[in-house]
């Protein structure tokens, strides 16, 4: 009996850290804004410096690569930075490259829409250690 209560536990330590790895990079879950979903996230963990940011659209399980984006992140020191998403052409992801100057909490808003239409908005926040 021990050694099934063993298994288990490392059965599921394993699968927790594999899960914790997997989502320790993302800054917005998935979550829906008039019907789009958005999910924000790095490709590497969050650093001081240079950080590429990757987020997808999707519009009722469609992906959108027709979207004007812009992330506007409030740094701790309380600057302003502003970034237009560059659009890479597939599955909905637009990258942006965000320089983080400071550690600390940042918060940002992230504006999107269609060439014509309503412009929807996320805010939010990240740590960078």
Same mark, same amino acid.
């Given at each position: ?15 927790? &850290? !594999?899960? !914790?790895?997997?989502? &320790? ?5 998935? %979550? ?71 550690? %600390? ?15 929807? &908005?996320?805010?939010? &926040?990240?740590?960078?250690?």
């Amino acid at each position: 009996m021990k050694a099934v209560q063993k298994v288990l536990l490392g059965l599921g330590l394993f699968i927790g &850290s !594999a899960y !914790a790895q997997d989502v &320790s990079n993302v800054i917005h879950s998935p %979550g829906y804004i008039k019907d789009y979903s958005v999910n924000i996230k790095s490709d590497e963990h969050l650093k001081q410096g240079i950080n590429q940011i990757t987020i997808k659209f999707t519009h009722d399980g469609h992906t959108h690569n027709d979207l004007k984006s812009k992330l506007t992140v409030y740094a701790p020191d309380n600057t302003t930075l502003s970034y237009e998403g560059e659009n890479t052409k597939t599955n909905g992801k637009y990258q942006y490259n965000v320089n983080l100057k400071d550690k %600390g909490t940042y918060t940002y808003v992230l504006t999107f829409s269609h060439k014509v239409g309503v412009t929807k &908005s996320k805010r939010g &926040s990240f740590i960078v250690n």
